[in-house]
């Protein structure tokens, strides 16, 4: 099953279909009578199919794209052909849509330099000689790599343009002060840790990492970023011919964390984490006799906060889980920690919940009106151990997983901090498991319960140079066959991952 990546992408593109092909026989078996493993195999040779037939569109429209520029008038192809813009020409071959053809060209344009197009044709009477080509300049390394990926086939388009729209240019004209070279060398150390997530990332999920990496490496930028959506920030209402009620919202950033808060708040019961206590099967039987769909629960809860104002008591809507905004921000990105007057923020901070970052403005903002928790790591980031004194996690210690892994660490799962608990890899009944930071890790309640009935397992492993651990996920043996595959490595959700300017 699959090709090498080295392929050129007309042979990955044959032998895909090949492949696809030989699992169909002349009576037109359907998919349905395919097993399991045949059935993954199918979309597997089917992806890596469209994935070479994206290379082929994509360079076929930039070249329809370039054959039609508005220099070359009403020879242009698209002109010849009847239309404006090699775009609608594009379209209307393919049927794709403007957006879909617009994102094509520009992967044709980026593969340029990989896939060669043809010269242009030598008008009669003209001397070949004068027409040489300058030669097109050497891309930098990062942007090679993320190049290289697409038209190796371990990139979907999609992915390809989630990367690149996502990290942006190294924006080196901001900070004369560094050497030259400084940032695209980190550009190229975010790109080759992104690809290696982009494998087991949405594509959603994949362009917001690339974000929170290039704002790890772009403080100035957050600022301006930040300021624009404050600027953009919009509250608009209308009715409808059938008299329903209707806002959009354009948050700010801050303004946007917060209501995620509390509407993670208002959703945690069902989201989880899952209660704990003596009252856990009453508060369990509360939500199931809840008819409400989420999006009911989240606008009754809008409403709430609206009517209450500032003043509400916190239990009326939520319970006893007030909702609240975290910022991570490391020490080093604040100046004069213990001068009277002369703190400053020059780095970024992060929101727990997503990772998104913070301009330092705010955050000095924030931490004059709301304190700050330390959380102190040793040379091997290893705080707060509490050996089997305690069953449950404290607050310091779960908030120093969360700063460590960022999220539920499963793979492709995107579950926020907020909706995670938090698992002994070591089982506090089964295993004696001590209840340090080292062997906890979060998990959403679905990863969590998938792990603890399929029984799964999580293990981590100390490197006896580095000190440095890795945690793995072992899969269960195959109820079918009894196989079990190999552990896949556990990989931090956390901005901390990606380099700091």
């Known amino acids: 099953m699959g090709s090498s990546v080295s392929s050129p992408p007309a042979m990955r593109l044959t032998d895909a279909v090949a492949r696809v092909a030989q699992r169909f026989d002349a009576g037109g078996i359907g998919v349905e009578r395919l097993d399991d493993e045949e059935l993954l195999e199918l979309l597997v040779d089917t992806t890596e199919a469209r994935k070479a037939l994206e290379l082929v569109v994509a360079s076929a429209s930039a070249e329809v794209s370039r054959r ?12 010849r052909k009847g239309l404006r813009t090699g775009t609608a020409l594009v379209q209307q071959i393919t049927g794709l849509g403007r957006g879909d053809v617009t994102r094509a060209v520009r992967a044709g344009e980026e593969l340029a330099p990989t896939i060669p197009f043809p010269p242009e044709p030598v008008a009669p009477g003209t001397d070949a000689s004068s027409q040489v080509a300058e030669p097109t300049p050497a891309a930098p390394e990062w942007l090679q790599l993320v190049r290289d990926a697409l038209a190796a086939g371990t990139l979907s388009q999609a992915q390809f343009h989630a990367i690149r729209s996502g990290l942006g240019e190294p924006p080196v004209d901001r900070y004369p002060e560094l050497d ?26 994949l362009r917001n990492q690339a974000r929170i990496a290039r704002d790890r490496l772009d403080p100035v930028g957050v600022t301006l970023r930040f300021e624009e959506r404050f600027a953009a920030r919009s509250f608009r209402r209308w009715i ?7 806002a959009h919202i354009l948050f700010d950033d801050e303004a946007g964390a917060w209501v995620d808060a509390l509407l993670q708040a208002a959703l945690r019961p069902r989201r989880g984490p899952r209660f704990v206590g003596s009252d856990a099967a009453e508060k369990a039987r509360e939500i199931e006799a809840d008819d409400r769909t989420n999006e009911q629960l989240q606008y009754d809860t ?16 939520f319970g006893d889980r007030q909702p609240g905004v975290r910022i991570l921000v490391e020490s080093a990105a604040i ?26 403005g705010l955050i000095e903002a924030r931490l004059c009106d709301a304190g700050a928790i330390p959380v102190i790591w040793d040379p091997n980031g290893r705080p707060l151990d509490v050996g089997r004194e305690l069953r449950l996690f404290s607050r310091k210690q779960r908030i120093a997983i969360a700063a460590r892994d960022g999220g539920c660490v499963w793979p492709s799962c995107s579950a926020p901090i907020s909706q995670c608990e938090y698992h002994h890899i070591d089982h506090w009944w089964d295993q004696h498991g001590r209840t340090d930071v080292d062997d906890g890790v979060p998990l959403c309640r679905n990863c969590h319960l998938r792990l603890h009935n399929q029984r ?24 079918l066959t009894g196989e079990i595959g190999d552990p896949v490595r556990l990989r931090s959700k956390s901005p901390r991952r990606f380099g700091a300017a």
């Open 68 to 79: 039609s520029a508005r220099e070359r008038g009403y020879g242009g192809l698209a002109q």
């Open 180 to 205: 030259a070279d400084f940032l695209p060398q980190a550009w190229s150390r975010a790109v080759r840790l992104l690809l290696d997530e982009a494998a087991t990332l949405p594509v959603e999920d």
């Open 240 to 246: 409808d011919e059938s008299g329903q009620r209707h």
């Open 302 to 317: 809008i409403i709430a906060v609206l009517r209450t104002g500032a003043d509400t008591d916190p239990h009326q809507a």
């Open 335 to 360: 100046t004069a920690l213990d001068g009277r007057g002369e703190m400053r923020v020059t780095g970024v901070g992060h929101l727990e919940d997503g990772g998104y970052a913070l301009p330092g």
């Open 456 to 479: 799964w397992r999580i293990t981590r492993h100390r490197d006896p140079a580095s000190s440095a651990d890795r945690y793995w996920l072992h899969p269960p043996p195959d109820p």
